[in-house]
């Protein structure tokens, strides 16, 4: 997306608030770049984080405001990466222990 834009790694970076060997660590080497970075990168693009990390959405048929989960997905993208991994920690246990007791 960066090169269909035009734009140089330095000049993403800029745009990002971030390094350049940031920004190069994440273009070549990341394999699991965190989600305030990603959520950084999708909204310069105009493109949902779904679409950025290349997974294909079903076609939704209802068309309206986000649903709650997507909501409360995008305020957890914007959480520091520390209070990102303890809301998923409790939600990890609590689908585990829901799947258990099922």
Not at 17 to 42: C, D, H, I, M, W
Not at 61 to 84: D, F, I, M, V, Y
């Amino acid at each position: 997306m960066r090169k269909e834009h035009g734009w140089t790694q330095p000049q993403l970076a800029e745009k990002l608030g971030v390094t350049l060997a940031t920004l190069v660590y994440y273009e070549r080497q990341a394999k699991n770049p965190n989600a305030e970075f990603v959520s950084k990168v999708a909204k310069l693009f105009n493109v949902s984080v779904d679409e950025l990390l290349g997974h294909t959405v079903k076609a939704s048929r209802k068309h309206g405001p986000p649903s709650r989960l997507q909501q409360l997905t995008e305020q957890l993208a914007e959480l520091p990466r520390n209070k990102q991994k303890i809301v998923v920690e409790m939600l990890e246990g609590f689908l585990q222990k829901t799947t258990n007791s099922a």
